[in-house]
């Protein structure tokens, strides 16, 4: 007869093996269970889309995706910019925490270590793809190779097919975004075409085929087990405003119209407002004129917005439609993103660069299966730091925040997801640089429900050298005024929030 302590140890590797076996049962089960990931990007688009109320947009792909989940209305990015946002967007820190404002200076440059979103994701067993602008590509920066566990695929923000509208050169905006080697400094360059409208087929400009590589990716995920995580960065309505025709044809440019208020706020500082910068990269705008544009030129350039709005709108359907085909929707999280709004005339002002609501506000949606009611809407504050711990918390993934070596100032909005009418955060916060080189300014700015207060000064200067904007949304939408001076109480309430913020950062130089 064995030994007593034979049973016994016999017993134990039985209860080993027995807990073993369990504990890989449940691990395969939620691996089986984990839902798939499909972030949508979207360049430089506001909400100027039907589903937020845009009386000018038509957006029924955008329209339909928001109706199956939940839209935030007051959400916004953290820095008005492409890259920048885009790095908030990915480590789930503002600009303000890591120093990062500027477009070519590369994430890991400052943050050798950090973890980005898809890459927590790919930690957690999800193979992690990219298709199209995800990062921001150009003006010397770089894709993030260690996201991804797929090649990442390139596709051009500035794209042409017509000669006409490069005289077959390359053109400044082409180098920039595409790191080009001119030889000489990309300003000696052609300028571009502000727009184009062709008759070809919607592949023929690049979110077509951003479309085209992302039904085949899905397609090749839909015959695995393993959860993926898709992103896909769509370029348009980003400049030049490129799409076929027929998507032009889908708005009566007589009935377009411009910008109600085209002054800079009365008492705002100068250097918090822009005129053209970007938009000056390309013909017709007059390069060096600061002059306001003629009414023929916004109205050529509003159409142009909004007729690549809907060019891209069609390609985010042609996805969904294939997701939906797949019967893949039932287990995928849908998330839509844009990296900042745009200015369309609005202060004077074209493209991002500012710290004002048509540049900072974005539209934001999730659609989450089991967590999500299809059609509602939440006037809870969002910020683009928020959307890393929100998908990490509805995939059951642990929350980053305590293991991600860069700074984290994100905050899961799932509670809000569950219930619209729970509130997220008292503001939102984003940040710009701005002013002269010698004395360079961060403007810190929060955005509640009602108000929006902007801190300029220098970092890690006392708080009395500071100049103040102040907006009063429920009375002036269009910010027509500063009232910084006239509303003290006010003041002293929002400067607390401020305090209570760490100070932003000084710009990181490149390495």
């Known amino acids: 007869m064995p030994h007593r302590s034979a049973l016994l140890a016999a017993s134990r590797r039985s209860l080993l093996t027995f807990i073993f076996l369990s504990c890989w049962a449940v691990i395969a089960i939620a691996a089986e269970n984990r839902p798939n990931v499909l972030l949508i990007l979207v360049d430089d688009l506001k909400p100027a889309i039907g589903a937020y109320s845009d009386p000018v947009a038509v957006t029924p792909n955008l329209d339909r995706l928001a109706a199956r989940g939940i839209s935030f209305d007051l959400a916004y990015c953290n820095q008005a910019v492409c ?37 927590y994701f790919g930690q957690h067993g999800y193979r992690t793809a990219a298709v199209g602008k995800v990062y921001h590509v150009g003006h010397g920066n770089t894709d993030d190779a260690a996201s991804w566990t797929e090649p990442y695929h390139f596709e051009p923000v500035v794209d042409y097919v017509l000669e006409e509208s490069t005289g077959g050169q390359l053109t400044r905006e082409e180098a920039y975004f595409t790191n080009a080697k001119t030889g000489a400094p990309n300003r000696e360059l052609p300028r571009g075409a502000a727009w184009e409208k062709a008759d070809v087929d919607d592949s023929a400009y690049s979110d077509g085929r951003i479309a085209d590589i992302g039904i085949e990716r899905l397609n090749a995920y839909s015959q695995g087990d393993q959860p993926f995580f898709l992103a896909l960065g769509f370029t348009k309505p980003h400049m030049p405003f490129n799409a076929p025709s027929k998507y032009w044809d889908l708005y009566d440019r007589e009935k377009i119209p411009l910008a109600a208020y085209r002054e800079r706020p009365v008492g705002a500082p100068s250097y918090a407002h822009k005129r053209y910068g970007e938009l000056a990269q390309y013909t017709p705008v007059p390069e060096n004129d600061p002059s306001p544009l003629d009414e023929e030129l916004q109205r050529s350039l509003i159409h142009g917005y909004y007729a690549a709005t809907s060019y891209m709108d069609a390609q985010v359907g042609r996805v969904i439609d294939e997701l939906d085909r797949l019967g893949l929707s039932e287990n995928t999280i849908v998330a839509l993103w844009s990296d900042h709004g745009f200015h369309l005339g609005d202060h004077g002002s074209w493209t991002k660069h500012s710290n004002y609501e048509q540049a900072n506000r974005i539209p934001l949606y999730f659609i989450a299966p089991g967590v999500t009611t299809p059609g509602t809407r939440t006037k809870a504050l969002a910020e683009t730091v928020d959307v890393f711990p929100t998908l990490a918390e509805l995939a059951n993934l642990p929350p980053p925040a305590a293991v991600v070596p860069q700074p984290f100032d994100g905050h899961s909005l799932v509670p809000t997801l569950r219930d619209p009418s729970q509130p997220s955060k008292p503001y939102a916060y984003h940040s710009y640089p701005r002013g002269p080189k010698d004395k360079p300014l961060i403007g810190r700015a929060l955005r509640t429900a009602r108000y929006r207060i902007v801190e300029w000064k220098e ?36 400067k607390a929030y401020l305090a209570a913020l760490p100070e932003a950062k000084a710009q990181r130089p490149k390495k």
């Open 83 to 119: 890259a920048p946002s885009r790095n908030n967007l990915m480590l789930g820190a503002r600009s303000s925490s890591t120093g990062l404002y500027t477009l070519g200076l590369n994430f890991r440059q400052a943050y050798p270590d950090a973890l980005t979103l898809p890459q």
């Open 459 to 494: 970092p890690g200067a006392p708080s009395d050298t500071a100049e103040y904007e102040l907006y009063d949304y429920e009375l002036d939408p269009l910010e027509t005024k500063n009232i910084a001076n006239q509303r003290p109480e006010l003041m002293t309430e929002l």
